[in-house]
């Protein structure tokens, strides 16, 4: 048995609709030695290349696929293996025999062909690797004897099997097509002809030529040209770039304007933004733009998604940010996937008309030529005019010609009407088509809404008030997401997914569960960069969700001016600095933070939050805090190998206060029994540091002095809200004593103007991602003036990110019991399970509480495996007022855990001689 582990490089699906890869190079070879995340291989679609990176670090031992070769999705590119000298002599071999055997059944398919996957040296009875160019054509017999029946070249058949094989359902799609459309030879070249080279038409172009040609013989193109006066669109032009060439902003250019004008009319002729496939016409809400760009290899067509949201600044820089990225050959596949409209310009190249060809499967694309100056009869006299042709092509089985006239001419008035491009302009950068909705008493204003705070609350609420037309800004003084993406719930789950792995692994190796030899090695660092790549990701594409619904971004920290004016402070760019803006209504979700714990010589002590960008693990660390946090950072920990982990706490009850005591009691005892020392009813009276490093801390334990050491201190206390910068006074917004800000049921402040919601209005236990996102919510539909609800306590979850994890919603049988409710609880554990034994999982516990007379499932509450997920299930059950008789009636996938809720109510109803 191998003692090393041999990873499989698979084809990746880098965007929606791609189903096969071509190898373009190798950057390394058999033998080298490659790292995670180098760049070793490009990869052809059939829209961009691109560089992939090694999925993990080893040495790469084997190239099934070369370069030339079409691949499909998720077929097995190469062999990595960790250690090459303890790999198993002829396991190698049986590896890639595995894989060639079941990649040639995937490529078999519903014809039952008999396929050698490309590559692999095996011809056999199936598909011999080989060029298309040059010799045989690979394909399968079947489709072989077919094409003999019908006298087809498969040269011309363009292959969907591995190396781009040509397979049955290939050449019957082929014989279709010639039957539907009437099938035209290509005339072949003059035999006395002197040939200087021969180049395939491959990768992008081949795509280019087929679907070109595709689209000639598939829909009945008609082409319409009308000329058009851009003499108004060349003095607006003019207009615009004078004052961004001053506020040092780049030009706009006459695409971008028609860009924003053929959004804009799309909208009123949907039949246009849609497609046909011969029987359903099709038409789409969202309105995609297709931008044509000429590149290196090939014309390449970039989206612009949702492009009648936009206003003329953030078209004209989306066009440019994708039409650069398409030339550069970055762009990202999806961007060039979706569109349901194309705009081409070759007016750049000098053409003045020509007949664009349209991109499939839309039904038309607008040609646009050069702008020429020539005179024109206009006011009684002969003028100057700049002439621009427009040319569209259409799809005349669904688009009639004189529906295709209207809007050309549409367009064509738009273009030529200074005013109306100006109105245009003004209402999609100013959003004014939905301002009557905005309650306001105080006139202009320079915002409609601002909010302060970019965490989970102020995100839901900004969205959901740009959609409804209000004009807004978003002010964050670090980074977009907040806590919980980038300090707090990410990171966190990002420790505690690979803490589980590792128990789990730990778990099975040995244990005749399918595993053994040597646990892998822990790579912490590793984990905080993909921690770190992770974050960064959903900060850019929070970034781009924002510019889409032309939400302002300011980078700094938010002070009030007044009762409606906010200034922007330590924001970098000189040009935002010091700004002061002013709003019709405001809402702060600054969230909440670690309040700082001093050492003895005044430093800071670190927090979870300065934590989980450490790189290097402690030997031993000292835990400070009745937060959450406290305990999932613990328990992570110790399983990532650090060997002594306390918690400090001044009552672990507190820490834990969702879970009654038997539930409670059983999460202590297991963590205690992990190793991690709990040291409840102690308050720290001293931290001091050492001198060779690590600290001392003094503990009051019942008027009793302990000390304990740990080369590290974490502060994990209660968060307490942002608010300090804010300035309120000015604003005439007061606090409650725990520092929340003061709110009514519907979320307004003491100043009628400003709303807050999320963890600076929340109490310590309501201190949630899940619940401040609800919150941002329902804060902009109190803004707006629509109805509002409050979510009930009763239905919010809890949950423990610990190892095992827990979770709780509703009521527990405490509270229960303090409001006299007649209740009745029911336990069922894992041990009952099928799938916890498979996992190794049986200690884990569900307590259900119901009431005695109804039924009624009142509270759940769990600890164990998968906790954190099957508490979905309990929150649906109580919000919808469910019996627990109704959840054993629920079909679940067996095995499953979530069956512990079929089976606990199915053993309490053996205990009821009167339940049914």
């Keep these: 048995m191998t003692t090393t582990m041999i990873h499989k490089f698979i084809m990746p699906k880098l965007g929606w609709t791609m189903t096969h890869g071509k190898v373009v190079k190798w950057h390394a070879t058999e033998g080298d030695t490659v790292e995670k995340g180098q760049e070793i291989l490009e990869i052809e679609t059939d829209k961009v290349t691109i560089k992939v990176e090694a999925p993990e670090t080893g040495t790469l031992i084997k190239i099934l696929h070369g370069e030339g070769e079409s691949v499909p999705v998720n077929y097995v590119l190469a062999l990595i293996v960790d250690d090459p000298g303890s790999l198993d002599e002829g396991e190698l071999d049986e590896t890639v025999k595995s894989i060639t055997a079941n990649e040639g059944k995937t490529a078999q398919g519903k014809t039952g062909e008999s396929i050698a996957t490309a590559g692999s040296g095996r011809a056999g009875k199936g598909i011999a690797p080989s060029s298309h160019v040059k010799g045989r054509v690979p394909a399968s017999p079947k489709a072989r004897k077919l094409a003999r029946e019908h006298d087809i070249d498969l040269s011309k058949v363009p292959g969907s099997g591995p190396g781009s094989a040509v397979l049955f359902d290939d050449v019957e799609a082929h014989i279709a097509s010639r039957a539907a459309i009437g099938h035209v030879e290509r005339v072949p070249h003059d035999g006395r002809l002197t040939i200087t080279s021969e180049i395939e038409a491959s990768g992008i172009r081949k795509v280019i030529a087929e679907r070109m040609h595709g689209s000639l013989l598939n829909s009945a193109q008609l082409t319409i040209t009308t000329e058009v006066n851009v003499n108004g669109v060349a003095a607006f032009r003019n207009a615009v770039n004078a004052e961004h060439i001053s506020m040092g902003k780049k030009k706009v250019s006459y695409t971008d304007i028609i860009a924003l004008v053929v959004a804009s009319v799309l909208e009123r002729f949907p039949k246009f933004n849609g497609s046909f496939d011969g029987t359903i016409l099709r038409q789409f809400k969202e309105i995609n733009l297709g931008i044509a760009v000429a590149t290196e290899r090939g014309l390449l067509v970039p989206v612009v998604w949702n492009a009648n949201t936009y206003s003329l600044d953030g078209i004209s820089k989306r066009i440019k940010t994708i039409a650069g990225a398409t030339r550069k050959g970055t762009i990202a596949p999806d961007d060039l996937s979706g569109s349901t409209f194309t705009i081409t310009n070759l007016g750049m190249f000098g053409v003045d008309a020509f007949t664009p060809i349209i991109n499939p499967p839309e039904l038309a694309i607008l040609g646009v030529g050069r702008i020429v100056t020539k005179p024109a009869f206009e006011g009684g006299g002969i003028q100057p005019m700049q002439s621009m042709v427009l040319s569209l092509s259409f799809d005349h089985q669904v688009i009639d010609g004189h529906e295709a006239a209207i809007f050309l001419n549409d367009i064509k008035q738009s273009l030529e009407s200074r005013e109306k491009i100006e109105q245009l302009h003004e209402r999609k950068h100013l959003r004014s088509l939905h301002r009557a909705q905005v309650n306001s008493s105080n006139g202009s204003a320079d915002y409609d809404v601002v909010v302060i705070g970019a965490g989970p609350a102020g995100n839901d609420a900004v969205l959901k008030l740009a959609s409804k037309g209000y004009r807004c800004a978003i002010i964050e003084n670090k980074v977009l997401g907040g806590t919980c993406l980038n300090h707090g719930c990410v990171p966190l789950k990002n420790l505690f997914f690979i803490a589980d792995a590792m128990r789990k692994m730990k778990t099975r190796i040995g244990r005749k569960s399918g595993f053994s030899g040597k646990m892998p090695e822990l790579d912490y660092n590793g984990a905080v960069s993909r921690k770190n790549e992770v974050c960064m990701n959903m900060q850019n594409a929070m970034q781009s969700q924002y510019e889409s619904a032309m939400i302002d971004v300011f980078k700094g920290t938010a002070s009030f001016t007044g009762d409606h004016s906010i200034v922007i402070q330590g924001a970098g760019a000189s040009e935002i600095e010091g700004k002061e803006i002013s709003f019709k209504k405001a809402i702060i979700t600054t969230g909440a933070t670690y309040p700082p714990i001093h050492a003895s010589d005044g430093t800071r002590v670190p927090d979870v939050i300065d934590f989980l960008d450490r790189a290097i693990l402690p030997d031993s660390i000292a835990i400070i805090g009745e937060g959450k946090e406290a305990l999932e950072l613990a328990s992570c920990l110790y399983i990532l190998g650090v060997e002594e982990v306390s918690v400090v706490c001044e009552n672990i009850k507190d820490l834990l206060y969702p879970f009654d005591e038997d539930i409670l009691n059983a999460m202590v ?205 309990a929150t649906i059950a109580i919000k919808q007022g469910m019996r627990i008789q109704e959840l054993v009636d629920i079909l679940q996938l067996h095995p499953a855990f979530s069956e512990s809720f079929k089976d606990a109510g199915f053993t309490w109803s053996l205990t009821k001689r009167d339940i049914n």
């Design 669 to 873: 005892d297991t963590f205690e029994l992990d190793g991690i020392d709990i040291i409840s009813g102690a308050r720290v009276s001293e931290i001091t540091r050492g001198d060779g490093g690590g600290y001392s801390l003094t503990l009051d334990i019942t008027g009793k002095k302990e000390t304990i050491h740990a080369m590290l201190v974490v502060n994990a206390s209660h968060r307490m809200p942002n608010t300090r910068q804010l300035n309120l006074e000015r604003a005439g917004i007061d606090v409650n004593e725990d520092g929340t800000i003061r709110i009514t049921s519907n979320f307004h402040t003491t100043n009628p103007r400003v709303l807050a919601a999320g963890d600076v209005v929340n109490l310590t236990n309501k201190r949630l991602t899940y619940l401040a996102s609800r919150q941002g919510r329902v804060v902009a539909d109190a803004l707006a003036g629509a109805r509002t609800t409050v979510v009930d306590d009763a239905h919010v979850p809890r949950g423990y990110f610990t190892i095992p994890p827990a979770a709780s919603v509703g009521m527990s049988a405490r509270t229960c019991q303090k409001r006299g409710i007649t209740h009745e609880n029911i336990y069922f554990p894992f041990s009952r399970l099928v799938n916890a034994h498979l996992v190794h999982g049986v200690d884990g516990m569900m307590k259900i509480t119901i009431d005695k007379n109804q039924h009624e499932i009142l509270g759940v509450q769990i600890f164990g495996e998968l906790a954190h997920e099957l508490i979905s299930t």
